[in-house]
């Protein structure tokens, strides 16, 4: 990557595949020179083939107790299982939400499984650290097809579970001298 000024130049160390559609993320956090940020994401998309792959998978982040904004949403090839290892491999996709936090992609290949991830890179080292991170996924594969081109409200769920909670609730008796236990228990 060779970013000067208003211009970015990518180079590869491989050939492309032949057919096949990128994407490139410019990251919303992204700063130029005065270290002001860029906002929101861009993404540039291209194919080495005749057109863009017709693909496409919506939602919305839905997070408690963590930041919505600017929260990274990842997808990973069906056939690494339910839980990638992001220091060994890396997404297909990779995607940012917006201030409600809605993300979306485009140009996905179909008859591919797909599993997505909302991943809250605490340490800034762009793997998961199961002590510190936060990876919360759709819960099943997205197949898309060529007549399932489209996969829409997907939405995530993210939960710190490090952060306080918060316990409310309301106890009534007719007994005014009635004595009550209030329990909070942690379940997974």
């Known amino acids: 990557i060779d970013w000067s000024g208003r211009r970015l130049r990518l180079t590869w160390g491989e050939p492309l595949g032949e057919n096949a559609t990128y994407q490139v993320l410019l990251s919303g956090r992204a700063r130029d020179a005065h270290g002001v940020s860029l906002g929101s994401a861009v993404a540039i998309r291209f194919s080495t083939g005749d057109s863009l792959a017709r693909g496409r998978i919506s939602g919305v982040l839905r997070a408690k107790t963590l930041q919505r904004f600017g929260a990274r949403v990842l997808v990973f090839p069906d056939s690494l299982g339910t839980r990638p290892d992001t220091s060994e491999f890396q997404p297909l996709y990779e995607a940012e939400t917006d201030t409600v936090g809605a993300f979306a992609f485009a140009a996905l290949s179909l008859e591919t499984g797909y599993r997505i991830f909302a991943f809250f890179d605490r340490t800034g080292n762009g793997a998961y650290e199961e002590d510190q991170d936060v990876l919360a996924g759709w ?49 997974a």
Do not use: Q
């Open 139 to 187: 819960p099943t594969p997205i197949r898309l097809t060529p007549e399932r081109v489209v996969a829409d409200s997907i939405n995530i769920v993210a939960v710190d579970p490090r952060a306080p909670a918060i316990l409310s609730g309301r106890v009534a008796s007719t007994d005014s001298t009635a004595r009550f236990t209030v329990e909070a228990r942690a379940e």
